[in-house]
């Protein structure tokens, strides 16, 4: 009921930041409808620039002292340690904030949106969705599934090294958008094969309490979740589902994409929406997640 009552306030924390003025009313019951672990940002595309030393966006959305009050923050895993000439960033990036969110006693979670270009059928980290990259569909060479969770294990223990224990690592950021920026695509029996026969490499040893999240599909959709759910190994494996909820209304698929996870007492997270992007009207309703 603490957690509860903590995070129902860092909400009104919230609107009071918007509104300005606002009333609160909580009723404390014996029952418990909903656990909530938190609220976060991202720190990935540009956002909390410029990172180097300047910590001084992050200041303002966690600690004691900000005046927003999140708790999570999800960072980009970039494919590779050093800026390799596609998309200039590397694992430093998020460094600075990621180091001041878990000093605030935070959450910190990273999600690839690329694993590295040479483990792609397309060798780049870019998704491929363009005439410069041949329009070639960006996936990850099932030769290279093997690679997948060792190269996680590489950068927890990068992050590791400077001081940060990362909470949790996500397989893939919208799997099912063909995109032509950095982006990987898989299809829902993509992952359950990766995570069925290759999760287990992730060093949950090592890194005591990491967690795995699943891929969070741009469409929150139960064609992403419930095959992972109905496999008993990577039902193991799997620790979060997660998912975006673009381009149809919040609940209409979350809310039935969440039912099997719920049953298997899994987390579930919505790990990013835009409220002034325009890709709800880009992307077609009747897709429902699935893979382009």
């Not at 300005?20 to 938190?38: E, H």
Request: charged letters at 25%; one cysteine or more.
């Amino acid at each position: 009921m603490n957690r509860l009552f903590v995070t129902i306030c860092v909400l009104a924390a919230l609107t009071a930041v918007h509104a300005r003025k606002a009333t609160v009313t909580l009723t404390l019951t014996d029952n418990r409808l909903q656990t909530i672990t938190g609220f976060g940002a991202a720190c990935c595309d540009g956002a909390m620039k410029p990172f180097g030393t300047d910590t001084g966006p992050v200041k303002k959305l966690y600690g004691e002292n900000s005046v927003v009050g999140l708790n999570i923050m999800r960072m980009e895993i970039s494919p590779s340690f050093e800026a390799d000439g596609w998309g200039d960033y590397d694992w430093n990036g998020s460094l600075p904030s990621a180091k001041y969110v878990k000093e605030c006693g935070g959450i910190v979670f990273g999600t690839p949106w690329s694993p590295p270009g040479e483990y792609k059928t397309n060798g780049t980290a870019q998704g491929g969705k363009s005439d410069s990259q041949g329009n070639k569909r960006g996936k990850l060479r099932e030769d290279c599934y093997p690679k997948f969770f060792p190269w996680l294990n590489q950068f927890l223990g990068w992050m590791k090294s400077k001081g940060v224990d990362v909470d949790a690592v996500s397989i893939q950021n919208e799997p099912d958008w063909w995109v032509d920026y950095s982006g990987c695509l898989y299809d829902p029996e993509d992952l359950v094969k990766l995570v069925k026969n290759y999760a287990y490499m992730l060093d949950r040893e090592k890194f005591k309490g990491v967690k795995l999240i699943s891929g969070e599909p741009l469409g929150f959709t139960q064609n992403y979740t419930d095959p992972l759910m109905n496999d008993p190994v990577c039902r193991e494996q799997i620790d979060i589902v997660a998912g975006h909820i673009y381009g149809h209304p919040p609940l209409q698929y979350i809310k039935p994409a969440a039912v099997l996870p719920a049953k298997y007492g899994k987390e579930v997270w919505m790990t990013e929406h835009s409220v002034s992007d325009n890709i709800g009207e880009r992307l077609p309703t009747e897709r429902q997640g699935k893979s382009i």
